[in-house]
């Protein structure tokens, strides 16, 4: 299927937004854009090595995630590209429900001022942006 304008765009945007995550994730030891649910599983697991294991592989999955999508656009359709996209369409709707639903109410601090509302509304929405891109670009339409 021929890929618009747009959806190679959005291709770029979401590989150069994996590789950065990634890189940063094993620089930081955070995972990335992912810590939130990196955060959330330490909390499950006892162990230290346990979460740092998952980091490192949260770390080189977007890495090689950014690296298959910014090689698809050179060649044919990869299908591993689209088996690592869905498992971080999961794992990004997770980090929704963590760090948009779950943290701020149990904090209460959406509604102090109209501040933090809006702070609230621009985290959300560059997340569910996130979420739209992955989904578009795993499904190769525009």
Do not use: C
């Amino acid at each position: 299927m021929k890929r618009g304008l747009g959806l190679i765009i959005l291709q770029v945007a979401v590989a150069l937004f994996l590789l950065a995550s990634g890189v940063t994730g094993l620089l930081n030891s955070s995972a990335g854009d992912l810590e939130p649910v990196v955060r959330f599983l330490n909390g499950l697991f006892e162990s230290r090595s346990i979460v740092t294991i998952m980091i490192v592989v949260l770390s080189v999955f977007e890495i090689i995630a950014g690296f298959f999508l910014l090689t698809e656009l050179f060649t044919t359709d990869l299908r591993i590209t689209d088996m690592i996209l869905f498992i971080f369409i999961i794992l990004w709707i997770a980090n929704i429900v963590l760090v948009d639903f779950i943290a701020p109410i149990g904090g209460g601090t959406i509604f102090r001022n109209v501040s933090s509302v809006l702070r609230y509304m621009s985290t959300l929405s560059s997340h569910l942006m996130v979420l739209g891109a992955l989904i578009l670009v795993s499904r190769k339409f525009a």
